[in-house]
Nanobody, 116 residues
């Protein structure tokens, strides 16, 4: 059974940091490219960050570039999103996503709220 389980979300003040984790199981994690998406209330889901299978290739949305870092540990079947200098506009549900050819998997999401 394929599972992607996110953790690490919560409430943080503007300027603070959080690290999200996404643990995969039931599939060959190291063969999948991984992404983080987010969806704020009333908005469409947007791609935040992408990482290649071996972690050597990454890309980011302009809105998070320089503040967020995506990484992965294939030995632990886990992808991370380090979020620094958080802003209220970063408030959203963050989703983990895995892709290999035509196989796509989503996590259930974790809420991140940036507020004073």
């Amino acid at each position: 059974q394929v599972q992607l389980v996110e953790s690490g979300g919560g409430l943080v003040q503007p300027g603070g940091s959080l690290r999200l984790s996404c643990a995969g199981s039931g599939f060959t994690f190291s063969s999948y490219t991984m992404r983080w998406y987010r969806q704020a209330p009333g908005k469409e889901r947007e791609l935040v960050a992408h990482i290649g299978t071996n972690g050597g290739s990454t890309s980011y949305a302009d809105s998070v570039k320089g503040r967020f870092t995506i990484s992965r540990d294939n030995a632990k079947n886990t992808v991370y999103l380090q979020m620094n200098s958080l802003k209220p506009d970063d408030t959203a549900v963050y989703y983990c996503f895995a892709r290999y050819w035509h196989y796509d998997y989503w996590g259930q999401g974790t809420q991140v709220t940036v507020s004073s």
